[in-house]
């Protein structure tokens, strides 16, 4: 076995890991409120990803080499107060009233996987709201006395995009590594942003797919 190899190898993989330490950050009250976080005292970070590389390494037909997928569909999202009112044809779910414009849900992915895309499809033909994703994890150290700390991820909108669209986050230049033991991870959906007010009939969540290396 060649030790020298394997040191240089051991020495490489520490510095691509230190390389790729991206710092959180708390999160701004304006991030605060556009991801739904109404606590003052729940601990928000934000962590702020490279700009993905010029050559992006997704295949034309979305999958690389030995990636899987995860989908969740509209229905699958909830609300965080009952004062979420679905609405829409399933699969897919609407914001059509009520105070409660947030929709999530969680993924489950194996430990140590490496997620590197996020696609929301979904319908936004309104031209006074937009859609906001975000990617985010919920952690908190195995029996922890701390609160648990929520840490969005990545980030992205509609933008006033008429009609069926594609908002895709893309982590492909730091990739999230699943730490299932300490961490839940979700997407949450703002359907109605900035004002606040459901628009039904003008925007709908389709579904949600996850692209991960295990």
Known sequence: MNTRWMARSALAFVCCMAANAWADRPATQTERQAMGFDDP???VMVRDLPFPADSD????DGAGLGDEWQTRIGTAFQGRTGAFNFGGQAPSIACTSGTERFATATFDLPAGAAIKYVDMFAYDNSSSEEMLVFLLSVCQGTGGA???VSTIL??????GTPGDTVVTLNLSSAPVIVDRYTCRYMVRVNMASPGGTCVGGSIFLDKVRMQYTP
Do not use: G, H
């Open 146 to 148: 701390d609160p648990p």
């Open 41 to 43: 005292a729940q601990l």
């Open 57 to 60: 390494t997704r295949a034309p």
């Open 154 to 159: 990545a980030n992205s909108t509609t933008s």
